[in-house]
DNA sequence: TTCATTTGACCGTA
DNA sequence: TACGGTCAAATGAA
């Protein structure tokens, strides 16, 4: 399946590529059939299953420093039973730790989604979009659709294989080059370069070139774990803690499928753009987003005047129905204190 | 033993 | 000629 997006560098018709068709043939006359697909099912896996398994398990984490947190704060206030004000304090640090680690999980891309709702344009003059389309001219001369992310994580659920780093002139970091792993196998042609942002080290600058074509072959679909589904929990209007409002594995329906960009999204990216957010349409829905560098996430909390989840994440206070009713209803989403 | 990563070298472009 | 992108042998990890 070509994409225009998708054209490798003519160097790779090189002699050197005989040569180095010549070892992957070996490799591959040496290993069963069974042992490949045995394999690939392996990558496949590897792919979505360990972020859609740590995501449930922070995700359950959370949901007992929640409770934790709840119980500590039903103490009488004062008395001899009082919470000690550390305690507290350290139920508060491990929800915030859980979504930290949930927001990486999935490409920390809801605080960039957030934002990028709330803020108005005159925040700040650096506003860039994290997410950017242009032509650029690759080194084979021809020209090719590039996606430019920002994220806190290299993490976009695909399967990469660096063939290449390079100081960058100018730059303190160096370039990462990695291409998809199932090049060899289904000709995937999708790459992507990798940098840090030196304006913030954590923040990960992401070029991606070319499409990927391996998710779409009907084998792997076909064993590949089951999709990442989002699911808020049943439906709490009566308040009653029900589960975190974070996204977790469920074979429950609510999966909503957002629509495709010009190049291929990362199966978390298609399979969830609520809660976490798509980084990459969300900004390109608003034209400013907000530097990554200047923000600071914190635990949604509960807003029992109006009964909503407030997120600060260093912008002032985003509903949490903001980011969510975006793209699914509220009546999905289980609030919890 | 297999596979992924590292890293120096090579090549094309500006 | 400088720079960026890629290759592929060497190396290390599992």
Redesign the pocket.
């Known amino acids: 399946m070509g994409h225009p997006a998708c054209s ?2 003519h ?2 018709q ?7 068709q010549k ?1 992957i043939d070996q ?1 591959r006359a ?2 069963s059939e069974v ?1 490949a697909r045995e ?1 690939q099912g392996r ?1 496949m896996a590897m792919a979505s299953a360990p972020a859609c398994a740590a995501s449930e398990l922070v995700a359950k984490g959370r949901r007992s420093a929640a409770f934790l947190q709840a119980m500590l704060g039903q103490q009488p206030a004062s008395g001899a039973g009082a919470t000690p004000h550390g305690v507290q304090d350290l139920a508060d640090e491990i929800l915030r730790c859980c979504d930290r680690a949930l927001a990486a999980l999935h490409g920390a891309t809801v605080a960039a989604a957030g934002s990028a709702k709330k803020r108005k344009p005159e925040h700040g003059p650096a506003a860039t979009p994290a997410t950017s389309s242009k032509r650029i ?5 021809e020209r090719a659709i590039r996606r430019v992310e920002k994220k806190w994580t290299m993490e976009d659920g695909f399967i ?12 303190k970091y160096p ?1 990462l ?1 990695f ?1 998809c ?1 199932y090049k060899e196998d289904h000709g995937c042609m999708a ?1 992507r ?1 990798v940098q840090q942002s030196e304006a913030d080290p954590s923040v990960y600058l992401i070029n991606y ?1 070319g499409e990927h074509t391996c998710c779409r072959d009907d084998d792997i679909v076909a064993e590949s774990p089951a999709p990442f589904v989002i699911n808020f929990g049943a439906s709490t209007r009566d308040g009653q803690p029900s589960g975190s409002p974070w996204p977790s594995c469920n074979e429950d329906d609510g999966q909503v499928v957002s629509e495709t960009s010009d190049l291929c999204h990362s199966p978390e990216e298609k399979e969830l753009p609520a809660c976490m957010g798509n980084v990459a349409e969300l900004s390109e829905q608003s034209t400013t987003v907000p530097e990554l560098t200047s923000m600071s996430m914190s635990s949604p909390e509960w807003d029992p005047s109006d009964g909503r989840l407030v997120w600060d994440i260093g912008f002032g206070e985003i509903l949490f129905d903001d980011i969510i009713g975006e793209f699914t209803p509220l009546d999905y989403v289980g609030l919890f204190q």
């Open positions: 490798f560098p160097r790779l090189s002699p050197k590529i005989g040569k180095r070892k490799t040496s290993g042992r394999s990558r001219r690759l080194s084979g001369g990469w294989r660096k063939y290449g780093q390079k100081d960058i002139h100018g730059s370039r080059y291409r792993t790459r370069q070139f």
